[in-house]
């Protein structure tokens, strides 16, 4: 089994680096996030249901003037 030296933990300026790479990266991610959230929000917008099942006591029922999840 062959021991190998172990590489000197980072120092002064380097650390910093790795600190403010890691602040960068989590803000792009971050960034990067909301854009996603928003554009699914405009593709998907939220509304209420609506009644998927209509019924009529004969005569004939005309849909367009239906306005439904208001009450009828």
Known sequence: MSTRPRAAPPKGIR?????????????????????????????????????????SKGGDVDLDDLHFGKGF
């Not at 790795?18 to 939220?46: N, T």
């Open 15 to 55: 650390r910093l680096e790795r600190w403010f790479v890691g602040l960068m990266m989590g803000i792009v991610a971050f960034v990067l996030e909301r854009i996603v959230l928003r554009s699914v929000k405009k593709k998907h917008p939220v509304t209420e249901p609506t009644a998927s099942t209509l019924t």
